[in-house]
């Protein structure tokens, strides 16, 4: 498997103190979260990057507050036609 590894500074993280268990999953699940927000990526590709099935990926992006569907234009209007 090819990963990739993105170098951040400690000073931008939480204290230790404050820095959950689940720090690095969380930050996959954001990262994949945003990509998908932006529609920089597929929500397949978005749970397979956090280690979501794709489903269990919209669910969680759903609660997090980002739409799943980004209609405009012609493509709103003719959804309520």
Do not use: H, Q, W, Y
Request: charged fraction near 30%.
């Amino acid at each position: 498997m090819n990963t990739l590894t993105i170098e951040l500074p400690v000073k931008g993280l939480p204290s230790p103190a404050e820095l959950a268990d689940n720090f690095a999953d969380e930050a996959r699940f954001l990262r994949a979260l945003k990509l998908f927000e932006l529609g920089r990526i597929s929500s397949d590709k978005a749970g397979r990057l956090c280690g979501m099935g794709r489903v269990e990926f919209l669910l969680t992006a759903s609660r997090a507050g980002v739409p799943l569907v980004d209609l405009k234009g012609d493509d709103l209007a003719e959804e309520f036609v």
